[in-house]
Structures are given as C-alpha cells and as structure tokens.
C-alpha cells in the first residue's frame, strides 16, 4: 500500500489513482525568467524520485510539467533586458532542459508551455464568467472567491480579515492579502498581448496551470506537486478555477516539497549564496552528487545545503561504488547461494516499502547500506562466489538505474554534458598513464600512478583493463 502526506486535509492517506496501473501527475515547472536554481532542483528532483518509485512499483506514470513563459517575472525580465519575451526565455528554457539531464531527471511526457496554449486557457476564462464565478473590470477578468465556497481549503488562509471585493493584479501575493485574482489581464504599455475572444490582454499565471493540466489530463487527475511556496496563492487558486469550472474534485493528491537552505540561511542573490548548479559543479562537485544530496533529505524536511553535506553525498556513494568495484574480484566460480538470493529480494522489497511510505529515503537508504554491509560481512569470509556477485551487485544496479539514478556504475553509463570533473579528471590521467606505458616511459607512468594515489585513486591492472577505486587519501 502506498501512502502520500496530501497537503489536501494535512494526513498521511493512501493512494489511489483513478485508473488503476495509471497515474497522471502535474508538476509546476520552471518560470524561465531566470537559470534555474539549486531550489528549483531540489523541488523538480522530489518530483523525479516520486514518479521513478510509482514506476517501480509497475505505475505507468503520465507526467506534464508545465513551462511559465509569460508572467509578471518573464515580462519584467524582457523588458528590462530590452528583448522580446521569446529571446529573453530561450536560454532558461534551454538550460533547464541541459540541468535536468545532468542530474539525470526523467523527462516528462508533455512539457506545454504558456504561451502555447492561450486558446485553452481563454476557454476556461469564458467558462468562468458563463457560470458567474469570473467578473470583468476594466478589461481584465477577475476571479470571484466569494462564489467558491471552499475556497482556502488547501492552503488554510484565513479569510475573515480580507476586505470585501478586495482584488489584484500581482501574480504572487501574500496569505496576509488574499484577494480576487486576474485570470485576464488588460492589454498594458511594454507588455505582451493576444487579441482573444475575452478581448486583448494576457493571462495571469495561476490560470496557465489550470489551462494545461486539463489540456493532457481532464478535469481530474492523481498527483498535482510543487515547492510549499506554490501552495498559496498559486495553488489555492487552480483549485478554485479548475473546479468552479468543472464541477469535480481537480486533484486527489498535492504533495509539496519543503525550502533548500544554504548554510543554514534562505538563498538570496543579494547575501551572495544564490546557488545554480553550476556553482556547485565549480568547486569540483559532480552533478550525480549534487542529485544523491538533494534526494536524500525526506522532501518534507528542509534541506540544508553545505559543502560538509555535499562531501557526505560525495561519501555515501563512493561506499556503493566501491561495493560494486569490490565485487569485481570474486572469481570463484558457482552460485548464486539461495541465502544470498534472499537477501537481494528482502532488501529490494525493504528499499521499496520504505518509498511506499511517503517516500521514506532515509529508511530506504538504509536498507540499501544495510545490505551491502551484509554483503561485505559475507565476502569478506570469503563465502561469495561469482554468482553470488552477480546478483548482489545487480540489485545496486537495479536500485540505482530506477530509483536513485545517481549512476553509481560510473560515467559509462550515466553520460552527462556537466558531469564528472572527478571521474573525467581520473580517466584522463588514467590514459595518460596508459600512453605512457605504450612508450615505455615507466618513470612517468609511475608518477601519474602516484599522483592518483594522493587523490585517492588506487589503480588495479586487470586483463580486462585498468580499473581504480576511491580510498581514502593518504594525504588527508
Ligand atoms: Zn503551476
């Protein structure tokens, strides 16, 4: 059974979809006004570790994540930048696409972008005012909260202090001033326009969400997700649209995933701890540890986001690694014994349950490293043979290619454009060394042997290459 904490009613519950083997899941995307952030990441990489356990547990998962590229950031970017929206989000757009396949995030099925789907939009807008819970003021539309009884279910604003007819523009507001919102806003100076049957203006971003997710999914779907930020008013909001509109229950799960802190402190781009992952790339961390950091913190807890945190990433999956590495030199022939059998399989099923949990990673987590100290117990009485081998290390392989992709088997099978300043700097040198050899110069290739040695890499020559693993540096 697999349970989810729904924001919706504040429990753990479990899940259901509404078609069984079938979950349809919408993800707020990026607002492209910007590169997207270590943050962001931490959100979108909950989301991927969400949707890979719905896989492994024979989910077929239909994912739509939606691009913001026209709001109140995107234009004021434009403008300020004096281009026109289309150029100013191009290379947002573009960067989150190279990040996410850096930090090997599945893509979604359907990314549609808000500019794109006016039409659908404008329809629900119309729809709206047909059924009176939309009212129009000079030229923009406006929803009515006062029509929709439930609204502040979600989020819990309280909405006695609000002033009555109270309304705004502004896309992002506080609890504080909840108000009527713009679906449609009125053509403005500087600010792009579509001529509609609603008259000419541009939607407000709350209504983009609303718009798409019905665009791939209908008027219901099983897993809508996002950062707490997005609960209000963003969220608060779809909901409101979304099923004054249609008349049934939009969403039957939100999950919400907590802030990412750096050094203990909210990121800001005037304290200077603004954080990219590339940033984090350039004091030589790779991407596969930036991404085993991020989903190893439970998503409802905040993650603080240090280099001591990123150096525990860094050696939790060097032990995997070199489990993996060391399970290489069982040469025994035989096996696999049913023990060990066993072990695999009640591990997967621990590692899984513990996911089933409100994605429990900590408890899966261990269950993993748990396992391979078993493992390590066994091999080290010599008691593992090579088909014992294959199928202790197939379950690291399996764990780690569906759910926790963060491509401990080495860069061979995690390619990636910006990953890897560790493993690509050893490789190098490992040819080097190799060259060397071919040209008889011992001395050099030796040196390059030593100078591996003091960051850590012991080199092995087999027949079958050179293979190398991380120890501890003697220099430390
Ligand atoms: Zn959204």
Redesign the pocket.
Known sequence: MIRFFNTLGGAVEPFVPLEPGVVKLYT?GPTVYDYPHIGNWRAYVFEDLLKRSLMFRGFKVVHVM?ITDVDDKTIRGARAAGVGLEDYTRPFIEAFFEERDSLNVLPADHYPRATAHIPEMVTLIKALLDKGFAYRKEGSVYFAIDMFPSYGRLSRVCLEQRRAGSRGDADEYEKESVHDFALWKSPKEGEPSWDTEIGPGRPGWHI??SAMSSRYFGPSFDIHC?GID?IFP?HEN?IAQSEAANGVKFVGTWLHCHHLVVNGEKMAKSKGNFLTLETVLGKGFSAREVRFLLLSTHYRKMLNFTDEAMHQARAGLERIRNFLVDLEDIKRDGGPDPDVVRLAERSREEFAAALDDDLNISEALAALFTFIKSANVLRDKGRLTRGDAVVLGGLVLELDDKVLGVGVAGPAVYPSPLEGTFDALVQKKIEARQAARAERDFKLADDIRMELLDMGVLLEDTKDGVRWKKIASPKN
């Open positions: 707020c939606n983009e969400c996002g997005n963003h779809e």
